[in-house]
C-alpha cells in the first residue's frame, strides 16, 4: 500500500497568517493527490482534487501544488472558519489512503 | 440536492456482524464508484473499501479484507457494507462517500454524515 505522510502533525496559527502543510508519499504518485478539511463532529469536505484543482465552491484562499511524492496544501490568509484537521489521499492505487492529519488551531 | 445518508450502526458484541445501509438522492448512483470511509474515536481518516458504479469490483483495506463485504443495489440507490467478526479496533464513524469516477475508487466530493459502529461486551 502507498503510505502517505502529513506533517506537521498540528500548528497554531493566527487569522491572516499563510499557512503550509506538506504531504509525501511512500512512492510516485503523479498528481493522484487530494486535500479535504474536517471540522470537529463533521464529515470531511473536498477542498483540491488532482494535486491542485480547487473544488467548487472552495474559496480561493485555498491552493495545492507538487507532484510525485512531495505535496503542499497552501491557506494564503487564514480565517476563523479555517481553523480544522486538514487530510491529504492519494488515489493513484485501487486501495486508497490517507495521511495522518494536520490540526490547524488557534494561536 | 446531492445526498448520501447512512444508517444501521450500533452497539454489537466482538465477533458480531452488522450491515451498514448507504442511501443516495440527487445523482446518477450507477454512474460512480462508492467508498467507505471509518474513523475511530479521537483518530484520523482510514479508507475501508470502495465498490464499482456496476458492482463489479471491489477493493479492500488490509484491516478488513476477508471480514467485510461491500455491495451496492443500484435500482435502490443504496450501497451496503456487510461486516463480520468484529473487532475493538473496528469501533467508529463510518462514513459513505461518492467517487468521482465510475470504474475505481478516487477522490470523494459528497460525504454523508456519519453512522457509529461500537464493538464492545
Known amino acids: 500500500d502507498i503510505q502517505m505522510t502529513q506533517s506537521p502533525s498540528s500548528l497554531s496559527a493566527s487569522v491572516g497568517d499563510r499557512v503550509t502543510i506538506t504531504c509525501r508519499a511512500s512512492q510516485s504518485i503523479s498528481s493522484y493527490l487530494n486535500w479535504y478539511q474536517q471540522r470537529p463532529g463533521k464529515a470531511p469536505k473536498l477542498l483540491i482534487y488532482?494535486?491542485?484543482s480547487l473544488q467548487s465552491g472552495v474559496p480561493s484562499r485555498f491552493s495545492g501544488s507538487g507532484s510525485g511524492t512531495d505535496f503542499t496544501l497552501t491557506i494564503s490568509s487564514l480565517q476563523p472558519e479555517d481553523f480544522a484537521t486538514y487530510y491529504c489521499q492519494q488515489d493513484y492505487s485501487n486501495l486508497l489512503t490517507f495521511g495522518g492529519g494536520t490540526k490547524v488551531e488557534i494561536k | 440536492e446531492v445526498q448520501l445518508l447512512e444508517s444501521g450502526g450500533g452497539l454489537v458484541q466482538p465477533g458480531g456482524s452488522l450491515r451498514l445501509s448507504c442511501a443516495a438522492s440527487?445523482?446518477?448512483?450507477?454512474?460512480?464508484?462508492m467508498s467507505w470511509v471509518r474513523q475511530a474515536p479521537g483518530k484520523g481518516l482510514e479508507w475501508v473499501s470502495g465498490i464499482s458504479g456496476s458492482g463489479s469490483s471491489t477493493y479492500f483495506a488490509d484491516s478488513v479484507k476477508g471480514r467485510f463485504t461491500i455491495s451496492r443495489d443500484n435500482s435502490k440507490n443504496t450501497l451496503y457494507l456487510q461486516m463480520n467478526s468484529l473487532r475493538a479496533e473496528d469501533t467508529a464513524v463510518y462514513y459513505c462517500a461518492k467517487g468521482y469516477l465510475a470504474a475505481r475508487p478516487s477522490y470523494m466530493d459528497v460525504w454523508g454524515e456519519g453512522t457509529t459502529v461500537t464493538v464492545s461486551s
Open positions: 488532482a494535486a491542485s
Open positions: 440527487g445523482f446518477t448512483f450507477i454512474n460512480y464508484a
